[in-house]
């Protein structure tokens, strides 16, 4: 089992950006596939971005793509989401997962907020 916490939400203008992160109970290379998804309110939970195969693979959704970058921190053990020109639209409970099963994440943190003022 993989215990999540995400950090690094809050409030911030458009345009501004924020960095999430999020801390791992085992080894970060120990974890193939990890992702960050967001739930914006009424709206169902989407993915933003994917470092798979332990982190040879990197995706996107176009939504966020040029504006958005993840990464794994191996040092702080930590998935990084660099988030930067932040819309509106962007505001959403952000959620980190890890360790994909046939195409289903199964470990989840418990969700860092973000919201972007305009």
């Known amino acids: 089992q993989v215990r999540l916490v995400e950090s690094g939400g809050g409030l911030v203008q458009a345009g501004g950006s924020l960095r999430l992160s999020c801390s791992a109970s085992?080894?970060?290379?120990?974890?193939?596939?990890m992702a960050w998804y967001r739930q914006a309110p009424g709206k169902e939970r989407e993915l933003v971005a994917a470092s798979l195969k332990s982190g040879e693979e990197i995706n996107y959704t176009e939504s966020v793509r040029g504006r958005v970058s993840i990464s794994r921190d191996l040092a702080e053990n930590t998935l990084i989401l660099q988030m930067n020109n932040l819309k509106f639209e962007d505001t959403a409970v952000y959620y980190c997962?890890?360790?994909?099963?046939?195409?289903?994440?199964?470990?989840w943190g418990q969700g860092t907020q973000v919201t972007v003022s305009s």
């Open positions: 085992i080894p970060l290379t120990k974890i193939k596939d």
């Open positions: 997962a890890s360790s994909r099963a046939r195409n289903l994440y199964l470990y």
